[in-house]
């Protein structure tokens, strides 16, 4: 069976539509730092406008403990959507049970942060039914657009889906549509880049992607877990010893299927983790051979290792970036990151930026979202999607993998 997309769901005009959208965006001191995934909304909320829907907006924010915490409040993300829109967003800071649900025509309502409910999170999917119910009072149908959350089975993703005419908005049709090009017949040379802190985090993408891909690009804090599993020192840098005999088969497996798996061959390597860290650059077998010795950490790939990264990503038809290359958010660490973001834009194929942190750093760093071919909005989801796991708030709407 096929996604059920907003077509499907006929003449809206008029009708209360509920759209979960993912709006998780990051906040300091109450201001929003990136507005991404608000911005990437807003597609699928005009369209439903424009067929004169009256639309009711839903997410989450943070992870409150299931009780209302004012640092999760939604209400700043109000503000920047009705900016966005062009029009007032309505926002009411109640619990769905105490909210009215009449809309005028035009009018979008946002309510608060669904994770204030504990039910919305909850293991008990009775509990997560009756949330569903309440939040059903406020449509007609159901368009389920938050790609970030569409690998949980969280009341607003699964059972909402289940209790009214449902289908996926623009926004998760997109992802779908650019995620299946990079397992199905991809266009090659097809080069996969992978950072991020821990190696365990990827086992699975690697699993999947290693026999599809050309490249394999390892940087971030888990490649310390590569360089000791060939024997090379790492001082105090990232490493999980419990990960060293799987890194060691991927390396062979890499070999077997005749996939390039590309490890640096220098770091920058600093004295402590700061900002302001005294660093040199060091080769991968001389880390502790700095001035730092056995107590230096690696905090960033080096520059002969980005010149080679860049190069390889620079050259593919198809690119998929997931993890940031170095602490990003150290000016003096995202060299690496900063590497790679701008070999992605030189991509002639399809160049994908795998969403979480790697969607954070590229806008940290300066780069307009349209210099990418895609950025996805989810980055669990993503991985889980590109390791071939059920996804249930997808499956729901129809999808099967």
Avoid at 41 to 64: D, F, K, W
Avoid at 271 to 285: C, G, L, M, Q, S
Wanted: aromatic letters at 6%; a negative charge; one cysteine or more.
């Amino acid at each position: 069976m096929a996604l059920r997309t907003l077509e499907s769901l006929g003449s809206l005009a008029g009708k209360p539509v509920v759209v979960r959208c993912d709006l998780n965006v990051p906040l300091k001191d109450g201001v929003i730092t990136d507005d991404g995934r608000i911005r990437a909304s807003l597609t699928t909320l005009h369209a439903l406008l424009e067929q004169g829907a009256r639309v009711t907006v839903i997410s989450h924010l943070g992870r409150p403990d299931g009780k209302p915490e004012a640092k999760y409040s939604l209400r700043p993300v109000a503000d920047r959507l009705g900016e966005l829109l062009g029009r007032p967003v309505r926002f009411d800071g109640r619990a769905p049970a105490d909210t009215s649900p009449e809309l005028g025509e035009g009018e979008v309502l946002l309510l608060e942060n669904l994770r204030f409910d504990p039910r919305e999170t909850s293991k008990d999917a009775a509990q997560r039914e009756e949330y569903a119910r309440e939040l059903a009072r406020f449509g007609e149908a159901f368009v389920s657009d938050g790609f970030g959350v569409v690998h949980r089975k969280q009341a607003s993703v699964y059972e909402l889906a289940n209790a009214l005419p449902s289908a996926a908005g623009r926004l998760v049709a997109a992802e779908l549509e650019v995620l299946d090009r990079l397992t199905e017949n991809p266009e090659k040379p097809y080069a996969v880049v992978l950072g991020g802190s821990k190696v365990s985090d990827k086992l699975g993408v690697i699993d999947h992607l290693l026999p599809r891909v050309d490249s394999l690009l390892i940087g971030g804090g888990m490649l310390f877990t590569f360089l000791a599993a060939q024997g090379h020192p790492v001082g105090k840098s990232l490493l999980e010893q419990d990960q060293l005999d799987t890194v060691r088969g991927y390396l062979g497996r890499a070999e077997e299927l005749g996939v390039q798996l590309v490890l640096p061959t220098d770091v920058v390597v600093a004295e402590k983790f700061a900002a302001d860290a005294a660093n040199e650059v060091a080769p991968v077998d001389g880390i502790e051979s700095t001035r730092f010795g056995a107590d230096g950490i690696g905090l960033d790939i080096g520059p002969d290792t980005a010149a080679r990264f860049a190069e390889i990503v620079a050259g593919s038809r198809t690119v998929f970036w997931n993890g940031p290359m170095g602490v990003f958010e150290f000016p003096e660490f995202a060299a690496g990151t900063r590497a790679v973001a701008d070999a992605l834009t030189k991509v002639g194929g399809l160049s994908v930026v795998g969403g979480g942190d790697s969607a954070a750093a590229v806008r940290a760093l300066g780069f307009s979202d349209d210099r990418f071919g895609h950025i996805s909005t989810g980055g669990g989801a993503s991985l889980e999607f590109l390791e071939g796991k059920s996804l249930p708030g997808l499956e729901v709407l129809g999808w099967q993998p």
